[in-house]
């Protein structure tokens, strides 16, 4: 898909994963992370909370708190250490009105 941070070269027979993000759909595969799901769809994570721009992850190992998404229901998740599940409804930040992470 055009604009992908990622690109999957590997592993593409596992079963599918439907999520949403920011209310678009978007395919996973089973066992992917979320960071995996949303950056293989677009070309950004998420938008930070302190104004500086759009964000795609920094340490791939939950260390650097730059990954944060939330589920619909506002629990905050870490999407380089948390796996697609089907029905996820994932917001980002760049939803209009959003409230600070």
Not at 43 to 49: T, Y
Not at 65 to 93: H, N, S, Y
């Amino acid at each position: 898909m055009s604009g992908a941070r990622f690109r999957r070269l590997a592993e593409t027979g596992r079963p599918r994963v439907a999520i949403t993000v920011d209310g678009a759909p978007v395919e996973a595969m089973q066992g992917d992370t979320l960071m995996t799901a949303i950056l293989t769809a677009r070309g950004r994570l998420r938008v930070s909370e302190f104004g500086d721009g759009p964000r795609a992850g920094f340490c791939l190992m939950g260390a650097c708190q730059d990954c944060w998404v939330r589920l619909e229901d506002g629990r905050r998740l870490r999407a380089c250490t948390t796996f697609a599940e089907a029905g996820m409804a994932i917001l980002t930040g760049a939803e209009e009105g959003a409230d600070a992470f």
